[in-house]
């Protein structure tokens, strides 16, 4: 991934940039090749020999990538990233030679509309090229010889040890001024310090260090900078399952992540992030509190109507292709207790309160006081009928236990909370712990087990040594875990309405490491999190899920929530050492 905290583009290892979507997130792709083929849109640049190898990595602590090609001639690189803070969105590639010659060749498909649209292409001068379609606009610059080719822009070009060829794109829009050109050197060197200067802010030190800051860096990139909304992954429709249909849109931004989003940021010392994170929460849970959604653009916007896109083919044939996501739509009552937390531990790490918070927790409680005992679809967003999921009361507990303690309510309002937490805990735990086995279990009156009651003790619903967790993290060991690795729950059972099996969720993974902490069985949380670690791909990033069979990411990617986790893991493991852990129920 490079991004300019904007908008990212996904390059495969190639040289072929194979997803961008312009100018947000969530906004049409112009290249779609990664759902398709080379005909619904892509940016190739790779060596003209038939048989080369490569390799790439990020330079530094950036989002500044570098894929090296090794030819028999000589060897090459070429250097992408995207400038942030420029009025449009760009994306630089420059070519440089580093030994002997190399013979290079160049593709550009530009695809509008999720790869369906091609644009009109004319030449402003000898160096541009104009591409428009509709409301868009694509300025395409480079001092190389273009040419026209089967409906592609072709180049092919040799450079000797020490010459540079640059390659920008930028967008605009058709009916405004046309974008100005950049020196793509300059904006090498500004986006360089750029990011320089943001991870030298990065608190966190240890023989774990750079993990977290290539998650933080991650993290930063899936933001968008205008808002401070952080979207769960730059992609749509990559499968949890190779051939299935659980292909869901990820380029939104989740209420569920919020806490541990915030932490991750508070955590490794990048207060203004998790501020800027804290007042996008606000902003967007503004409205009756029953039209609280689990899901918004990077914007706010709350409709985010789910399509299917037939024309394109999908990953590995892993249809259909969706943007947009239905569960937008469902009841969720888990993201009451992600809003009450987020706002818990933004106080607990010196954030100013947001905007009449006390207002909004009275009402917001008053609405949840009357819900929280519906069912629900569930952290996983289940398409199958609604039940009551153990996790999700569990964090309508954790809405009114940490309303109870908010300092700005007051007395009478604090003390009914309290009773009503206790009234909800006394429930969780009559109804949501198997009587034979002692352990929770995924929902009332269910014997099916759900790595989402892993987070119990992480929120401070109980004590890590309490007999009930130790049992449910027993039953996770032997139900969820396949080759090493946690499953999210057992979906054979259907009870999600989808065809069954997909890949380990990574950040359940993490999540029994955590509990492994807290229970003082650090040995094995190590040997999971080394383990979980080295699972990342060759430029420290991870997707939703990894399947331990094939060994391979599956999923939408990089994913937010599997970075956010490792953040988290990692600095519970340090912290562990220090006794100094900031608990995320603030105890």
């Known amino acids: 991934m490079i991004g300019d905290c904007r908008t990212a583009a996904i390059i495969c290892k190639s040289g072929s940039i194979d997803w961008f979507c ?5 906004s049409a792709a112009c290249f779609a090749a990664l759902l398709g083929d080379k005909r619904n849109g892509r940016w190739l640049i790779e060596p003209a020999a038939k048989t080369f ?17 090794t030819t028999r001639t000589g060897k090459a690189r070429v250097i992408d990233f995207m400038p942030p803070g420029t009025p449009e969105c760009t994306i630089v590639r420059m070519v440089e030679c580093l030994e002997g010659h190399v ?3 160049m593709e550009l498909a530009i695809r509008f509309d999720y790869g369906v649209t091609i644009p009109w292409v004319s030449r402003r001068d000898r160096r541009t090229l104009m591409t428009v379609a509709g409301p868009h606009l694509l300025t395409f610059r480079t001092r190389a010889e273009v040419r026209g080719e089967n409906m592609h822009s072709v180049s092919d070009f040799t450079l000797k040890k020490g010459e540079t060829m640059p390659f920008v794109l930028a967008y605009g829009e058709s009916f405004k001024p046309v974008p100005m050109s950049i020196d793509s050197a300059i904006a090498l060197e500004e986006t360089e310090r750029f990011w320089k200067h943001w991870s030298d802010a990065c608190k966190v030190q240890g023989k774990w ?15 968008y900078a205008p808002t401070g909304g952080i979207v769960a992954a730059v992609t749509t429709s990559l499968p949890e399952k190779i051939g299935g249909t659980r292909n869901w849109d990820y380029r939104y931004c989740w209420l569920r992540d919020a806490t541990f989003t915030l932490l991750a940021f508070l955590n490794a010392g990048y207060t203004e992030e998790a501020r800027v994170w804290q007042d996008w929460l606000v902003r967007v849970i503004a409205g009756a509190p029953e039209q609280l959604q689990t899901m918004y653009s990077v914007l ?20 259909p292709v969706r943007i947009g996501n239905a569960a937008h739509t469902q009841l969720q009552l888990d993201i009451y207790g992600e809003l009450a937390d987020v706002m818990a531990q933004a106080r607990a790490g010196g954030l100013p309160p947001g905007p009449r918070s006390a207002e909004l927790r009275g009402v917001f409680m008053t609405h949840l006081e009357n819900i929280w005992c519906l069912p629900d679809e569930g952290i996983w967003e289940i398409r199958g009928a609604p039940s009551h999921f153990v996790h999700s009361k569990v964090m309508t507990w954790v809405a009114f236990d940490r309303a109870s303690r908010a300092p700005d309510s007051s007395a009478a309002q604090r003390a009914h909370w309290t009773r009503m937490a206790r009234k909800i805990h006394k429930d969780i735990c009559a109804q949501g712990v198997d009587k034979k086995r002692g352990c929770f279990v995924q929902a009332y009156g269910s014997s099916s087990l759900d790595a989402s009651l892993l987070l119990l003790p992480l929120v401070g619903f109980l004590p890590a040594s309490d007999k009930r967790i130790k049992a449910t993290v027993r039953e996770i060991e032997k139900r969820l875990i396949h080759k090493g690795l946690v499953q999210r729950y057992e ?6 309405g989808l065809p069954p ?20 069985r650090r040995p094995e949380a190590v040997r999971l999190f080394g383990r979980l670690k080295r699972l990342a791909n060759d430029v420290g990033l991870y997707a939703e899920e990894y399947d ?40």
């Open 548 to 587: 331990p069979d094939a060994k391979r990411m599956l999923g939408n990617f990089p994913q937010a929530f599997s970075h956010v986790a490792l953040i988290n893991t990692a600095m519970n493991l340090m912290m562990s050492e220090s006794k100094n852990a900031r608990k995320r129920h603030g105890r």
């Open 501 to 520: 099996g997909e890949g380990a969720f990574l950040a359940c993974s993490f999540w029994l490491a955590d509990n492994y902490v807290l229970m003082g």
């Open 209 to 223: 260090r750079s993990a977290i800051m290539r998650s933080l860096l991650t993290l930063k990139g899936l933001s």
């Open 300 to 319: 706010g916007e709350k409709r985010l109507d789910e399509l299917e896109l037939p024309h394109l083919a999908g990953y590995e044939a892993s249809r």
């Open 103 to 105: 013979d290079m060749h």
């Open 22 to 26: 312009v100018p947000r997130f969530d």
């Open 491 to 496: 979906t054979q059972t259907a009870v999600d």
């Open 53 to 69: 190898k490569s390799s790439r990595a990020y330079r530094g602590d950036s989002l500044i990538l570098e894929t090296t090609f």
